[in-house]
């Protein structure tokens, strides 16, 4: 899985290696972590990795190329399946609202689109989560319809109608 880079991040592939230390709770040396890095979230999120082995449709750190600091996350919750990936993202609170979110999801997306057998991407977010849903939205994706409980988006071939974009 290559590392990817957009004009501010690098999105860098973890290794099963450095996924199982993330996952554990250790430090990463070649790295340094922005200020709430990981995120509350983060160990299940690199767990989904850690269990599935599939490093071509892994987890990356979102690295700030400025100061090189890692200010977040986006991955892959599996390997393709019927054709469809869903990703997961997280800014940490410092870095929000710059637009981070939105450039790592827009990457990540063109880059699993690229890939043979790949045809969708899909993404939740909460139903009060405005600001992931504005980035997924800024990112192209379209906003399906959906149970009360989340907000469900695509980007790609989906086949569920699409829902008028709230906000």
Do not use: C, K
């Not at 430090?27 to 989904?48: E, H, K, M, Q, S």
């Amino acid at each position: 899985m290559p590392d990817l880079t957009t004009p501010r991040l690098l999105l860098h592939a973890l290794t099963l290696e450095e996924g199982e230390a993330l996952h554990a709770g250790e430090p990463l040396d070649a790295w340094t972590f922005a200020p709430g890095y990981p995120l509350p979230d983060t160990r299940d999120g690199v767990g989904l990795f850690v269990r599935h082995r599939v490093v071509e449709f892994g987890f990356y750190l979102a690295v700030r190329r400025d100061d090189g600091l890692v200010i977040g996350e986006i991955g892959f919750a599996g390997p393709p399946t019927n054709g469809a990936v869903t990703i997961g993202y997280a800014i940490v609170p410092g870095a929000r609202g710059r637009g981070y979110a939105t450039e790592a999801i827009a990457a990540l997306s063109a880059w699993a689109l690229e890939q043979p057998g790949v045809h969708e991407v899909r993404a939740d977010t909460l139903p009060d989560n405005e600001p992931s849903a504005r980035a997924l939205l800024r990112a192209g994706f379209g906003e399906l319809e959906s149970p009360e409980h989340v907000r469900r988006f695509t980007l790609g071939g989906g086949s569920a109608e699409r829902s008028t974009p709230s906000g």
